[in-house]
Nanobody, 123 residues
Framework: VQLQASGGGVVQAGGSLRLSCAASGDTITSYDMGWFRQAPGKEREFVAAFSSWSGGVTNYADSVKGRFTVSRDNAKNTVTLQMNSLKPEDTAVYYC????????????????WGQGTQVTVSS
């Protein structure tokens, strides 16, 4: 599967952005989908994920809980990340990720990565 993220930009602290990830080459129905980010000078970190399981199970990094919401539309082959109450520390390149298989949603290993989209939050 190929992943294409979009929707990044510059926003003031307290604002919102919505990232989208379009998948191609396969349907995402059987894929767990998620987002990672990498800030300048820092390691890449897990942000959020939405399982492929019936009913949909989500997982969030503690730093974004209550502010970010991950969702998926299997019919459109897309996954989104709604980011509210953005903080300067959310500034990073955000990556869309995917994986197949029966894996605990808390597992943060993904084997499909898209190119990143830059999110900059100004104070």
């Amino acid at each position: 599967v190929q992943l294409q993220a979009s929707g990044g930009g510059v926003v003031q602290a307290g604002g919102s952005l919505r990232l989208s990830c379009a998948a191609s080459g396969d349907t995402i129905t059987s894929y767990d989908m998620g987002w990672f980010r990498q800030a300048p000078g820092k390691e890449r970190e897990f942000v959020a994920a939405f399982s492929s399981w019936s009913g949909g199970v989500t997982n969030y990094a503690d730093s974004v809980k209550g502010r970010f919401t991950v969702s998926r539309d299997n019919a459109k082959n897309t996954v989104t990340l709604q980011m509210n109450s953005l903080k300067p520390e959310d500034t990073a390149v955000y990556y869309c990720v995917a994986r197949r298989g029966i894996v605990a949603i808390t597992n943060t290993i993904y084997n499909y990565w898209g190119q990143g989209t830059q999110v900059t939050v100004s104070s």
